[in-house]
């Protein structure tokens, strides 16, 4: 995925202390800001990152005091499920990409049991693709729409030049270390996803690194039949060729696509009231 660690390192710092409460189910940890009504949304955080970071609390606040709308924020679990901060790059790695659909899943029948039985589904950068993913797979009938906030895109070869680039290794010669490990043996790695000199095991590394269209958004969009909104910041250089992508995919008339001018990856500011506002058309407000 086209995601730079300089930009990445950033929007660290947590919101403050909120209304919301944590809330747990099948190992998984959300915060959870209660609100009026059955309409509710759920927001996921991108690339290694954590409910609380500055876009995911920023948008679950607006949503939460603007519309009084009950937001959800969730964690993946990527090894550390209760943390509050991004994954520590020196923790042994035995998650999956793959992970994200089903935990979303999870998440999505928790938020049917506390009796939301209307529910638009929001995502930032690499949790988008993953979003898009169970979107365009069987998402549950309680799931009427989705914002897709700077969706990660993904090329095959470009991730094996950034690869080679960024440690001199080439990416097929440690995948075909990977490859001869049973899934769960540990190896330590020159990179993985943006973390240098990692502890990870093969199974994780396969299926970070083996290529697959569910990677990429703007292939998965054109599965997706619900309501969506893709979501770009006109000065984003980590999804830089997310519109001509957008732009030569054949989207169904469910998919539209909006720019927000000056706005950089991370949406900052004001330019968080834009998403916020997406999101809440979707719930009629």
Not at 178 to 205: E, I, K, N, Q
Not at 222 to 251: E, F, H, I, K, Y
Request: net charge negative.
């Amino acid at each position: 995925m086209r995601v730079s660690p300089s930009l990445l390192s950033l929007a660290l710092t947590a919101a403050p202390a909120m209304a919301q409460t944590e809330v747990t189910t099948a190992g998984l940890f959300a915060d959870h800001y209660p609100g009026d009504g059955t309409t509710a949304v759920l927001v996921l955080h991108g690339t290694l990152a954590h409910k609380r970071m500055e876009i995911i609390a920023t948008i679950a606040t607006l949503l939460n005091d603007d519309y009084d709308l009950p937001v959800v924020a969730p964690n993946l679990s990527l090894s550390s499920p209760a943390r509050t901060s991004m994954v520590d790059c020196a923790q042994t790695h035995d998650h999956r990409d793959s992970d994200a659909p089903r935990e979303v899943a999870t998440w999505i029948d928790w938020m049917q049991q506390q009796g939301y039985d209307n529910i638009i589904v929001a995502a930032h950068s690499r949790g988008g693709a993953q979003l898009s993913t169970y979107l365009a797979d069987t998402p549950a009938d309680v799931v009427s729409a989705a914002v897709l906030v700077a969706p990660a895109t993904y090329n095959a070869e470009y991730a094996a030049d950034s690869y080679l680039n960024a440690t001199g290794q080439p990416l097929a010669s440690v995948m075909q270390r990977a490859g001869a490990l049973a899934p769960d043996s540990l190896m330590d790695v020159p990179r993985f996803v943006y973390c240098d000199d990692a502890t990870v095991s093969a199974g994780a590394f396969i299926d970070y690194y083996t290529p697959r269209p569910t990677f990429d958004t703007p292939t998965n969009l054109q599965n997706v039949t619900l309501p969506t909104v893709v979501v770009m910041g006109s000065a984003d250089t980590v999804v830089a060729d997310l519109p001509d992508r957008l732009a030569a995919t054949n989207l169904g008339d469910n998919v539209r696509v909006e720019t927000i001018d000056g706005a950089d990856h991370f949406f900052r500011d004001l330019y968080a009231d834009d998403i916020a506002t997406f999101i809440a058309e979707h719930a009629g407000l």
